[in-house]
């Protein structure tokens, strides 16, 4: 399995301000993902980041607001753009290699006042 | 539309005792499903999967049964553990789309030493 690291772990950002996180992978991996996990729900897929060319975005997620990039196989950065304070969530990010299984890094906890 | 949805928030049970978390879903189309443990502060670890050609998928004190027609499948634990407290989410794939997770609520279970 794949080792996922994210940074930052946390962050209290002001609302209107944007804030990248980024993913770092111990191995090269087919499929990179992005997820938010509000307060007391689930895990939502915000898009598929794709390597070399523009992310795949989920129903109610738009590029303006969630820019991804993916200039290789083990490493992804996610932008929340012009934050509110609807934004405050857990971030995931997961990366795929053979078979359906994903594996998650730690998370970024955003709070944003 | 929630298509995987775990009906319990959340289980209790005592140490050594069989603890049995479930999950229903509604896509027919899904031919994958994986549970998922996490723990605060963390994100997601990847339990045990089964296909949708299996109805039972064995590791070590963890089993996973899966009732097509029902479109049911359960997690057993035996015998649970204190370590096994945890928030758990059962999530589905679907063969078209390959990649593409869907999470349940997750369900709180706490392990009484």
């Known amino acids: 399995s794949a080792v996922i690291s994210q940074k930052p772990s946390r962050d209290i950002c002001q609302r209107g301000t944007s804030l990248t996180i980024q993913c770092q992978v111990d191995?090269?991996?087919?499929?990179m993902f992005w997820y938010r996990q509000q307060p007391g729900q689930s895990l939502t897929l915000i898009a598929t980041?794709?390597?070399?060319?523009?992310?795949?975005?989920e129903s109610g997620f738009v590029i303006d607001k969630f820019p991804i990039s993916r200039p290789n196989l083990t490493f992804s950065t996610l932008t929340v753009s012009n934050m509110s304070p609807e934004d405050s969530s857990i971030y995931l990010c997961?990366?795929?290699?053979?078979?359906?299984?994903?594996?998650f890094g730690p998370g970024t906890r955003l709070t944003v006042t | 539309d929630q298509q995987v949805k775990q009906n319990s928030p959340s289980l209790s049970v005592q140490e050594g005792r069989i603890s049995i978390l479930n999950c229903d879903y509604t896509?027919?189309?899904?031919?994958?499903f994986l549970w998922y443990k996490k723990y605060p502060a963390e994100g997601p670890t990847f339990l045990i999967s089964?296909?949708?050609?299996?109805d039972k998928n064995e590791d070590g004190r963890f089993t996973v049964f899966l009732n097509k027609s029902a479109k049911h499948l359960s997690l057993h634990i035996v015998p649970s553990q204190p370590g096994d407290s945890a928030v758990y989410f059962c999530?589905?794939?679907?063969?078209?789309?390959?990649?593409?997770?869907?999470f349940g609520e997750g369900t709180q279970l706490t392990v009484n030493p």
């Open positions: 896509n027919s189309m899904f031919d994958y």
């Open positions: 191995s090269q991996v087919t499929m």
């Open positions: 999530a589905a794939s679907e063969g078209t789309s390959g990649s593409r997770l869907t």
């Open positions: 980041a794709n390597q070399g060319s523009e992310a795949t975005y």
């Open positions: 997961s990366a795929r290699s053979s078979g359906y299984e994903q594996y």
């Open positions: 089964i296909s949708s050609i299996k």
